[in-house]
């Protein structure tokens, strides 16, 4: 406790003084205005800070102390860095320090229950009660709108990426689909979490007026619920092909997209999670080996009155699975109705998603949909579930009562596809050690659990936002097949500053 209390001070300190110093860099250069030469310094400085309040479901009396599940903490993520531009060149330099305060000491437990919650899940990585580092968030330069090839684009380094946002449309309402429906299902920066993710690599992007090629080879980096995040993932590979239509002048807004992803785990020391016996996991030391191809295809249609939206994403995948043969798919159908002249422009959304399970442990078959590298809480709002073994018919709506706010009300009801597969959680790997999905027995059941949700963002000043969630869980069969209190509360209250 004292280390990691010591550690954390250190961290802070040599956090505040970076920010520090960037900050009166920034006010320096930027009073400077543009370079003789053209070049252009711009800050990058923001800070986000986030209470979580934990009510997790309940083990049976014995597990771990009396009401472990229940916790709170905090954590501010810091980041501080600079933006150089030069003709077609960009440098971008960002550090990150993330300190996190109180994590629960008692509510790691071994499986079936696990981490009960994602602050016994940042716990387990380092078994430190309080967390900070300093790490480089992004470094990379990138090439872009040069005069002999307008339409190329390179970056290499250290960046960020999330795929099905290889271009953002123009109109408003397809934006937001293509953000909170589309992107980061399969591979995103994980950015819910307080340490994140970044890729190192190499990606390429062709854009036309009516269609983009982007391409990408990268490692991931340590992160997400693991604080030291500067190290990459070094036995993980990640490649990926997206061609995306854009939008058409003389259609309704629409966006669609064909993608192939390639994911490669060669780590030695984690155990691969799957429902076979953990003694025949622990002897599959084999590779990981995934291709996935898929498309999706979303739309808004204006109608006399209101208009309509829809959206259709499909990702089928084969390969190895360790000893495994490895073949899955996964499907979303969705639509919604808005109508933006009442007030507060209601828009209703149903949708249904399904993704494969195994039949059974003991073939030579993996057929678990892998969800590989995403940022699962843009789909799994309270973060027990994800999208494996799934299935999720959810009804939303989505208000805007004041220019400068956005409330959004969710309810899942969520199912695993099959009972003799597990009940999976988690976004991908965070470190060497660490798969980073979790899987729980099922019991023979299926249904796990109805969840109704409440978010309001509120833009308080152009360089000041505030974010407020509440999640409960109507835990079901497959919830008290392991857990005594089949009750779950997640709230979160976080203030983000930017300069």
């Given amino acids: 406790m004292a280390q990691g209390g010591s550690m954390a001070k250190r961290c802070w300190s040599c ?31 923001s800070d986000r800070a986030r209470v979580e309040v934990v009510s997790w479901f309940a083990p049976p009396p014995g597990r771990t102390s009396a009401d472990a599940e229940d916790y709170s903490f905090y954590a501010n993520q810091l980041r501080f860095g600079g933006e150089v531009t030069w003709q077609f060149v960009q440098f971008i330099a960002e550090g990150q320090y993330t300190q996190l305060l ?12 696990g981490n009960l919650g994602p602050g016994a899940v940042y716990f387990a990585h380092t078994r430190r009660h309080n967390q900070g580092e300093v790490f480089l968030k992004r470094g990379f330069v990138a090439l872009r709108g040069s005069e002999a090839l307008p339409e190329l684009s390179v970056t290499f380094g250290r960046f960020e990426y999330s795929d099905g946002l290889e271009t953002l449309p123009k109109d408003a309402s397809l934006a937001w689909l293509k953000r909170a429906r589309v992107a980061e299902r399969l591979v995103g ?52 092909l997206a061609w995306t239509l854009k939008e058409q002048p003389e259609l ?23 429902n076979r016996p953990r003694e025949i996991r622990a002897a599959d030391r084999k590779d990981i080996a995934i291709h996935t191809v898929g498309l999706h295809a979303l739309g808004v249609v204006p109608l006399e009155v209101g208009k309509a939206d829809y959206l259709v994403w499909l990702a089928v995948q084969r390969g190895r699975w360790g000893d495994l043969d490895h073949a899955a798919w996964a499907w979303s159908l969705e639509g ?18 399904q993704t494969s399970g195994d039949t059974n442990p003991n ?25 494996m073994n799934v299935e999720d018919f959810f009804a939303q709506v989505l208000l805007r009562p004041h220019a400068q706010v956005n409330v959004r009300a969710d309810w899942h009801w969520l199912r695993v596809n099959d009972s003799r597969d597990l009940w999976y959680a988690g976004g991908g ?5 660490i798969f980073g999905f979790s899987g729980i027995p099922t019991g023979g059941h299926r249904e796990l659990a109805h969840l109704a949700d409440f978010s309001i963002g509120w833009n308080i000043h152009r360089r000041l936002t505030a974010y407020a969630y509440y999640g409960h869980a109507f835990g079901q069969n497959v919830v008290g097949r392991t857990f ?5 509360d997640y709230a979160y209250v976080e203030l983000t500053a930017r300069y």
């Fill in 363 to 387: 073939d030579n078959q993996h057929e678990t949909f892998f969800q590989m590298l995403p940022t699962a809480r843009v789909y799994a709002q309270t973060p027990f579930y994800n999208l």
């Fill in 102 to 113: 109180g994590l629960p000491e008692d509510a790691s437990l071994p499986p079936p229950e």
């Fill in 189 to 240: 920066p994980f950015g819910y979490t307080h340490v994140t993710r970044s890729f190192d690599g190499l990606r390429a992007g062709w854009d036309q007026a009516r269609w983009n090629l982007t391409a990408m080879v990268s490692r991931p980096t340590q992160g997400g619920f693991e604080i030291s995040a500067n190290p990459e993932l070094r036995d993980i590979s990640l490649a990926g």
């Fill in 252 to 274: 309704f807004p629409v966006d669609a997209r064909l993608f192939w992803l390639y994911y490669e785990d060669q780590r030695d020391n984690a155990l691969k999670v799957d």
């Fill in 429 to 433: 790997a965070s470190n060497a050690r």
């Fill in 15 to 45: 956090g505040i003084a970076c920010g520090v110093v960037v900050l009166i860099a920034a006010r320096v250069l930027a009073s400077e205005g543009q370079g003789k030469n053209g070049w252009q310094w711009t800050p990058l400085l």
């Fill in 484 to 488: 005594t209190g089949k009750q779950l």
């Fill in 336 to 353: 919604g109705y808005q109508l933006p002249s009442l007030f507060a422009q209601p828009w209703l959304r149903v949708g249904y998603t």
